[in-house]
């Protein structure tokens, strides 16, 4: 069965070898899930089945490569205290915790699910989410489980917080142990929060070794409140993707730029705790790789709203349109090395984000307007 999508009005194709080309008056094809053909509407071939999009433009869906869907529970109070004045600090994932532990599995399931149809309605067509608010071996593995059945990539976040009551070792012992060993089944990645007030690098280093050593990806929360170490680290260790980079040394920067480590700069975060933006503008101009994620959390970045994520590193922190389109389709993607999202190339899994505008501008031009009018996921139409 193929479907010729026609009459699109500007259609963002990316490709990490041929570079983005922007086509206007364009048409593609979907065939058994997958890009069989793009280029001028004028020029089409037949298909099966037809979809006019009246002059819109259609992106590769987004992939999302942070966030953390698996909680209960409500920080609303802590959002306005901080917007009051109090800054952020680590400890507010223990609230969430203490929710996440109390909530049946049905309701977990449930609440992740609505997350995931939210973030779908977004236009993300691929998301990455973690664990972390489990922080026992018994909830780490269950919001692993949950994670496996209804995200696309998830990543073992045990090392998130030092739980109250631990010494911060013994529990990176359990986090290396038994804890990754009940969750091994269901994730691909290793995650860990590398801050003052969560694991220092020795413990991150730990925690990461042994996520390579059971056949886990590699990646890493690093300075998001200060200069932890966690680039460094996360550079040395060949980490797919190292999260926040907020406070960064030239070295860090320069450390990036050689390395296939991602910087992934997540803007809806930066704003929601009042942080200093990542300095995207100079990880792109050192020629750093750098993915937009949204970070949907209930501590600091409430939204999976990557339109907003998108239409902000536009307007704040400077990037140009095509480098945020990029950064948020092709830059998740090899942020969570995959080859078959975040592009429209002929071969792709046909994910098509179709905007109610003319052209992509619209994400940063008209800011916080409902702009997502249809999404595809492997050539079936999900929102
Ligand atoms: O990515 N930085 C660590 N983890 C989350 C915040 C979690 C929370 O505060 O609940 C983040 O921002």
Known sequence: MSTLFTDIGELWVFDSEAGTSVLRDAALVVDDARVAWYGAA?????????????????????????????????????????????????????????????????????????????????????????????????????????????????SYLGAHLVPAGWDADDYVDLVVGDMLEAVRPHVSWIDVFCEEGAFDPEQSRRVLEAGRAAGLGLRVHGNQLGESGGVQLAVEMGAASVDHVNFLADADIEALAASPTVATILPACDLSTRMPFA?????????????????????TSYTSSMNFCVGTAVLQQHLTLEEALRAATLGG?????????????VGARADLHVLDAPAAIHLAYRPGMPLTHQVWRAGARIA
């Open 42 to 154: 004028a020029d089409a071939p037949e298909a099966d089945d037809r979809v006019g999009l009246e002059g819109r433009a259609v992106l590769p869906g987004w992939v999302d490569s942070h966030s953390h869907l698996v909680f209960d529970g409500d920080r609303s109070a802590e959002f306005e205290a901080r917007m009051a004045g109090q800054s952020y600090a680590a400890g507010g994932i223990a609230v969430t915790t203490d929710a996440t532990r109390a909530a049946s599995d049905a309701r977990l399931r449930e609440l992740v699910a609505a997350r995931v149809r939210e973030a779908q309605r977004g236009g993300t067509t691929t998301l990455e989410t973690k664990t972390g608010y489990g922080l026992t071996v018994d909830d780490e593995a269950r919001s692993a489980r949950i994670a496996a059945e209804l995200v696309d990539e998830v």
């Open 279 to 299: 300095p995207a503008r100079r990880l792109l101009d050192a020629g750093a790789n750098v993915a937009i994620a949204s970070n949907c959390n209930p501590g």
């Open 333 to 345: 993607a090899f942020a969570l090395r995959r080859t078959d999202v975040g592009t429209l190339r």
